[in-house]
């Protein structure tokens, strides 16, 4: 995702994601919650990490405790931002924050014993170069039905129309290909459920399921769906996220 979106984010509410009031149900589990676990699983105080698309730095700062040292690399200048104050307010100094590209970065080669990817970009032939043999890549990504119903009412969106098989047999094959061991794979439907229309308008506003969302200008669509979608609950906005633990062989 450009820094330049999520630049534009932060500039109109001032933080990185604004706040919708939502609830959610997990039928499979909580596929953050397993992202979470399986880091910690493969942390060690004696091992140097990487975080791709670090955001504003609260995610990153809280598994700190658990690594010699993270890096945390971003495209946006405004959530590095973010970042560098959250880290001033924790007060952690084994944590270094910068602006890179992921597809490129200007790390040497078997650098990292942990890379990991929180829903942030995937540069699996980077990766591989600079995680060290027998280190590990951990990411939890969007999955092909994330939000599908809301993007074929909209006829466009995240992925839309450029997903042919399913996110996570792309992904597999993708480590598999550059020569990583998939140790863990695993795909989370789930459902979101908004409290108003105000809330979902609201949460679409900062988030890249649409990068040109426009709440004028695409209010009769959000309206259309909004009414097939509406129960009980609230609004329902199906989410999918992928979860996968690899090892460079």
């Not at 979470?36 to 791709?52: R, T």
């Not at 010699?68 to 946006?76: A, L």
């Not at 040109?212 to 509406?230: G, H, I, T, W």
Request: proline share 3%; hydrophobic share 35%; glycine share 10%.
């Amino acid at each position: 995702m450009t820094g330049n979106f999520y630049d534009k984010i932060v500039r109109k509410f001032g933080k990185d994601v604004p706040e919708a009031k939502h609830i959610a149900h997990y039928p499979e589990g909580d596929p953050e919650g397993v992202f979470e676990q399986e880091l910690l699983d493969l942390s060690g105080n004696d091992k140097v990490a990487l975080d791709l698309g670090c955001g504003d730095g609260r995610f990153t700062l809280r598994m700190a405790a658990h690594f010699q040292q993270i890096v945390g690399i971003e495209g946006s200048v405004e959530r590095l931002r973010l970042a560098r104050a959250e880290q001033q307010t924790g007060g952690r100094n084994n944590i270094r924050f910068e602006k890179q590209d992921a597809y490129q970065t200007t790390f040497a080669q078997d650098t990292f014993d942990l890379v990991y990817s929180r829903r942030g970009p995937t540069p699996y032939h980077e990766c591989h170069r600079i995680i060290k043999s027998g280190g590990h890549f951990l990411t939890i990504g969007i999955g092909e039905k994330d939000a599908w119903e809301l993007k074929q009412i909209f006829g466009r969106g995240q992925g839309y129309g450029a997903w042919n098989t399913p996110a996570l047999g792309q992904a597999e094959g993708r480590l598999r290909q550059e020569g990583f061991k998939v140790l863990h794979r695993q795909s989370f439907l789930y459902d979101e459920y908004f409290a108003t229309y105000h809330d979902l308008d609201l949460f679409l506003q900062g988030v890249p399921i649409f990068e040109d969302f426009d709440s004028q200008k695409d209010r009769n669509l959000l309206e259309e769906y909004v009414a097939m979608s509406q129960i009980h609950t609230g609004i329902r906005l199906p989410r999918h996220r992928i979860v996968i633990v690899a090892m460079k062989l």
